[in-house]
């Protein structure tokens, strides 16, 4: 039991005022924060999840060949590890199948409410009143948003699609009920999830063709199959799993940890293995237009050894042409050519910073979030918001979440705002919320380091806002987990009621 359990089971032993928590989704985060709640014995919370399961980006996203891009052992919460992992790389089968043995261990259901979108949430007479789409009303003294960061669809508007004659859905859509072997397969999107899905549809179609707008820099990291000798050794010995677990933290951290904040040796090192991995590809005019025009880890890093060799089958194309339309009988492209389908996939990804919206929210003195967020989302050190009181993210804007396990990002996050939640219950405060110039002076130092770091070395990415200007922590994970590991109270506005 952790200091800050033991603290908060004390105060609520001995009389403290215990606050009514609303937690936004039962996804990786949300139930981290349920979690952490139930541990230090608080119960008057409630979490609300859009959805009839929990989960999150794995409930939604079931494709062929989904999976994780960090390795499995370190993609778990640090205190629940998971002796059953088969692979380096989690399928997405299996994450889920993760989350729910850690949702029924903590018996989250009687904390969960299912089926109820919140829709607008505004702070007034004290409170935050949360209004549902189905006309409930909930108040709460705190309000924590785990609605995660790539959950709002992008579909981009493509002239003809409704009398394309085939079967088509987005990716975190998939339909399953359409038969895929032996069919003509178009992927729209060449993003992670193209890439992902390309190997194991190469393997059912008749014939493959990718849609390339931006190529992708591919890390060859092997996704190693584990024995059942191995799994059962993990079992049998809970400490190996945990040794794992800080072993692969370490090697994220001190590989594309770096390379991604700083030029070196590591990003050196990451731009060689990444073009070793891309001169496997032999013919020179398909390995031009697979070679992108920016370093690797400007985007999200791809992690595959199968993508690739899928590439050069003869069942399989790529076309880099822009598409002008889609017809009846499949997609023509800007050169006129028609490229006859049965099945469009549109792997086109997510709004990568919608966090709340589209839920509206207003924070006090009546100021929306569209309004505080007019010149894009910001939040000090990715949390909270002025104005916005006793109001918490997690993993919100500038997180450091380039290549890196969101897990541990919300782990960090949910043990600071327990830290205020203690104080809370201690009366320090009966609103908190961030000042502004705590916040300017915050996104000043941000700015003036992004420069150093890849994700403004020229590419396009959703880690980019409106104006081109990434959304992300611009130095290591290391240092932000030691910058939060205790609030520092003087950069907010402690006020009674």
Not at 54 to 59: D, M, V
Not at 132 to 139: N, R
Not at 266 to 286: E, H, I, M, T
Not at 316 to 337: F, Q
């Amino acid at each position: 039991m952790s200091s800050i359990e033991k603290t908060i089971k004390t105060l609520k032993k001995n009389g403290a005022r215990e606050p009514r928590i609303i937690i936004m989704g039962a996804g990786m985060s949300g139930i981290l924060m349920g979690i952490n709640l139930v541990k230090a014995g608080l119960t008057n919370f409630k979490i609300y999840e859009k959805r009839s399961t929990i989960g999150g980006t794995w409930r939604e996203n079931t494709y062929p060949g989904i999976a994780c891009d960090i390795a499995s052992y370190f993609y778990t919460y640090s205190f629940e590890p998971n002796p059953y992992w088969t692979r380096r790389f989690p399928s997405g089968a299996e994450i889920q199948a993760y989350f729910e043995r850690v949702f029924a261990k903590y018996q989250l259901a009687d904390y969960t409410t299912f089926n109820e979108e919140i829709i607008n949430t505004e702070h007034k007479e004290g409170q935050w009143h949360i209004e549902m789409a189905s006309g409930q009303v909930e108040t709460a003294d705190f309000v924590v948003a785990a609605t995660g960061v790539l959950h709002k669809i992008n579909e981009p508007e493509f002239e003809g699609i409704e009398n394309f004659e085939g079967d088509t859905f987005h990716t975190a859509r998939w339909n399953h009920d359409v038969e895929l072997k032996g069919k003509k397969i178009g992927i729209i999107g060449g993003g992670s999830t193209g890439t992902q899905m390309f190997e194991p549809l190469s393997n059912l179609a008749q014939k493959l063709t990718l849609f390339q707008r931006t190529p992708q820099w591919i890390f060859p990291m092997p996704d190693k199959a584990y024995s059942k000798l191995w799994i059962k050794s993990v079992q049998r010995f809970p400490s190996l799993g945990k040794l794992l677990y800080w072993l692969y933290k370490v090697m994220q951290e001190r590989t594309v940890g770096v390379a991604t904040v700083k030029p070196g040796w590591n990003r050196s090192f990451l731009n060689k293995l990444c073009q070793w991995n891309l001169n496997k590809v032999k013919d020179p005019v398909l390995r031009a237009k697979l070679t992108p025009n920016y370093e690797p880890g400007c985007k999200r890093l791809v992690m595959s050894t199968s993508f690739y060799p899928a590439m050069q089958k003869p069942n399989t194309d790529l076309i880099t042409e822009g598409i002008d339309k889609i017809e009846a009988k499949g997609i023509r492209t800007k050169d006129g050519v028609l490229h006859e389908l049965d099945i469009i996939v549109k792997a086109t990804g997510f709004d990568g910073f919608a966090f709340m919206r589209p839920m509206t929210m207003t924070g006090a003195d009546n100021l929306t979030l569209e309004e505080a967020w007019k010149n894009g989302p910001k939040a000090f050190r990715a949390i909270t918001i002025p104005s916005f009181p006793n109001f918490f993210m997690l993993n919100g804007p500038s997180s450091p979440i380039g290549n890196y396990s969101l897990i541990a990002i919300a782990e960090t996050q949910a043990t600071y705002i327990m830290q205020c939640i203690q104080k809370y219950m201690e009366g320090g405060f009966d609103y908190i919320e961030p000042k502004q110039k705590a916040v300017d002076d915050f996104y000043q130092t941000v700015h003036e380091a992004l420069p150093g770091t890849i994700w403004t070395t020229g590419c396009q990415s959703w880690y980019l806002d409106d104006k081109g200007v990434p959304l992300l922590w611009p130095w290591s994970p290391q240092r932000y987990a030691k910058e939060m590991k205790q609030p520092n109270f003087n950069n907010y506005h402690l006020r009674k009621a």
